[in-house]
Nanobody, 120 residues
Framework: QVHLVESGGGLVHAGESLRLSCAAS????????MAWYRQAPGKQRERVAA???????RYEDAVKGRFTISRDNAKNMVYLQMMRLKPEDTAVYYC??????????????WGRGTQVTVSS
C-alpha cells in the first residue's frame, strides 16, 4: 500500500504565493509520473502540472509561467510552487503518482487533497 499526503494549502490573497508538498510513503520500488490535479466546486478534476521521473514537466495553459512543479526522487516528494495566484485558482489540489511496488507492476495513487483558496 502507498499513501500520498499533501500539505501547504491555505487562504491567500490574489497575487500571493503558496507551495504545496506531497509525500509518498509505503511499498515503493519506483515512482514514475507524478502530478498535481485540482478540482473547483462544480467542475471536473483537471491536471495542473506533471513531472516524469526524469524531470520533464508539463503544465496546463492557465498556470504556465506561474506554477512550477518539481520532485525529489530520493525523498519521494513532489512540490508545486504557485505564484501570482488568482481567485480562479481556488480549488482542492490533489497529488497523483504512478507507483511501482515492484519491477513488474504499476498502480495509480491519489492523495486526499489540500484546499487552496485565493481571495480577490
Amino acid at each position: 500500500q502507498v499513501h500520498l499526503v499533501e500539505s501547504g494549502g491555505g487562504l491567500v490573497h490574489a497575487g500571493e504565493s503558496l507551495r504545496l508538498s506531497c509525500a509518498a510513503s509505503g511499498d515503493i520500488f519506483k515512482i514514475n509520473d507524478m502530478a498535481w490535479y485540482r478540482q473547483a466546486p462544480g467542475k471536473q478534476r483537471e491536471r495542473v502540472a506533471a513531472v516524469t521521473s526524469g524531470g520533464l514537466t508539463r503544465y496546463e495553459d492557465a498556470v504556465k509561467g506561474r506554477f512550477t512543479i518539481s520532485r525529489d526522487n530520493a525523498k519521494n516528494m513532489v512540490y508545486l510552487q504557485m505564484m501570482r495566484l488568482k481567485p480562479e485558482d481556488t480549488a482542492v489540489y490533489y497529488c497523483y503518482a504512478e507507483v511501482q511496488p515492484g519491477p513488474n507492476y504499476e498502480y495509480e495513487y491519489w492523495g486526499r487533497g489540500t484546499q487552496v483558496t485565493v481571495s480577490s
